[in-house]
């Protein structure tokens, strides 16, 4: 998953947003300093073609993966904690 972000502001808060070209899904992550970490709610992701690339670089990024990749139906998932403490779950084709 790698893709350029990109940083503003917004309503004096920092955020960085996803690529949008029209067609794709995209989202925007934003740095609140009032918000805590959060586990009970769980973001899912697309990581790309192969999930394992991404999961390097979660662990590469002081983040840890809770959940190793398991198949399901139409690919493969698995849940990471990001270094932020945030539970993500991830999604691939390919493991």
Request: no cysteine; hydrophobic share 45%; aromatic share 8%.
């Amino acid at each position: 998953m790698e893709i350029s972000l990109t940083q503003m502001e917004i309503g004096g808060f920092k955020s960085l947003t996803f690529p949008f070209n029209g067609s794709n899904v995209s989202g925007l992550l934003v740095q609140n300093q009032g918000n805590e970490p959060n586990q009970s709610a769980i973001l899912y992701f697309n990581a790309g073609q192969k999930l394992s690339l991404v999961l390097e670089r979660v662990k590469a990024s002081n983040g840890k993966i809770i959940l190793e990749t398991i198949p399901i139906k139409s690919g493969f998932i698995a849940h990471i904690l990001d270094s932020e403490g945030n539970r993500l779950a991830l999604f691939a084709l390919e493991a």
